[in-house]
């Protein structure tokens, strides 16, 4: 059983920017997909970033493209996700999220994933 938690957000200026970090335990880092979405209030879930098995690629939504950089360390079995000129409609909940099994079809589909952690509050304001 896959564990995950996520850790690093909070408040920050347009312009600022923050990294999220998402600890796994419980299964082999490498082999899972790894991936990052969020949550707006009234809004549906949506893909933010994911990382192929072992990091082998990069995939991003388009809004983020060039501003989020999505990264592991399989030494601390830790996902990050690094956010630059963060924006107010990037505010949202952020999720880590892991499967063993997706194909790459099913990377930006967040019902495709097994294991969710419990999400951390990013807030974009001045």
């Known amino acids: 059983q896959v564990q995950l938690v996520e850790t690093g957000g909070g408040l920050v200026q347009p312009g600022g920017s923050l990294r999220l970090s998402c600890a796994a335990s419980g299964g082999s880092f490498g082999g899972y997909v790894m991936g990052w979405f969020r949550q707006a209030p009234g809004k549906e879930r949506e893909f933010v970033a994911a990382s192929a098995r072992r990091n082998s690629h990069q995939y991003y939504q388009d809004s983020v493209k060039g501003r989020f950089t999505i990264s592991r360390d399989s030494s601390k079995n830790t996902l990050y996700l690094q956010m630059n000129s963060l924006q107010p409609e990037d505010t949202a909940v952020y999720y880590c999220?892991?499967?063993?099994?997706?194909?790459?079809?099913?990377?930006?589909?967040?019902?495709?994933?097994?294991?969710w952690g419990q999400g951390t509050q990013v807030t974009v304001s001045s």
């Open positions: 999220a892991a499967d063993r099994s997706l194909i790459q079809s099913d990377y930006r589909r967040h019902a495709a994933y097994d294991y």
